[in-house]
């Protein structure tokens, strides 16, 4: 019979997303530059934004990033089309790539039993502390009541037992 184990190997999954990132910066960076040519080849160089392949790389990981500087801009509908959708990728990348980082800092199941220990530990103690204060603070109530009056012990088993103490 096979057994299926379920554990989280962080390694693995920075690594799987890293190269998610990377990967899909060469390809969009790529599909990005081929629908910016026309542009580029119309304008003669004097108003494209998009000169070379490390330009387009650099807007695709501004732009996947939400960082957007504005420096270098899709002229072309189709790399405007392709702007949109390396933003829409880029948060769910980063998203993934946060989500990852953050499981990093999670606890696994015996931290997570100490915490518990801990936390309640701390609630029985803070209990304890709250009846011992409370028993103080009867006693001394109960004690000058006494010292008022003399008689007021004689009705209750307790206070002679408190004028004891």
């Given at each position: 019979m096979f057994t299926f184990k379920c554990e989280i190997n962080h390694?693995?999954?920075?690594?799987?997303?890293?190269?998610?990132?990377?990967?899909s910066v060469a390809l969009l960076s790529f599909i990005l530059r081929v629908l910016e040519l026309p542009f580029e080849q119309s304008a003669g160089g004097n108003n494209s934004n998009l000169k070379d392949y490390g330009s387009a790389i650099w807007l695709t990981v501004i732009t996947m990033t939400t960082v957007g500087y504005g420096d270098i801009y899709p002229q072309t509908v189709g790399g405007q089309v392709v702007g949109i959708l390396i933003a829409l990728w880029g948060a769910f990348v980063i998203s993934l790539l946060i989500m990852v980082t953050a499981s990093v800092f999670d606890f696994d199941a015996k931290e997570q039993r100490a915490v518990l220990y801990i936390k309640q530990s701390r609630s029985a103690a803070i209990s304890i502390q709250h009846a011992l204060q409370f028993f103080v603070q009867k006693k001394h109530f109960y004690v000058g009541k006494l010292s008022e009056d003399g008689d007021f012990d004689k009705k209750s088993t307790f206070l002679k037992m408190v004028k004891q103490l």
């Amino acid at each position: 019979m096979f057994t299926f184990k379920c554990e989280i190997n962080h390694e693995n999954d920075t690594r799987a997303i890293c190269f998610l990132f990377l990967f899909s910066v060469a390809l969009l960076s790529f599909i990005l530059r081929v629908l910016e040519l026309p542009f580029e080849q119309s304008a003669g160089g004097n108003n494209s934004n998009l000169k070379d392949y490390g330009s387009a790389i650099w807007l695709t990981v501004i732009t996947m990033t939400t960082v957007g500087y504005g420096d270098i801009y899709p002229q072309t509908v189709g790399g405007q089309v392709v702007g949109i959708l390396i933003a829409l990728w880029g948060a769910f990348v980063i998203s993934l790539l946060i989500m990852v980082t953050a499981s990093v800092f999670d606890f696994d199941a015996k931290e997570q039993r100490a915490v518990l220990y801990i936390k309640q530990s701390r609630s029985a103690a803070i209990s304890i502390q709250h009846a011992l204060q409370f028993f103080v603070q009867k006693k001394h109530f109960y004690v000058g009541k006494l010292s008022e009056d003399g008689d007021f012990d004689k009705k209750s088993t307790f206070l002679k037992m408190v004028k004891q103490l």
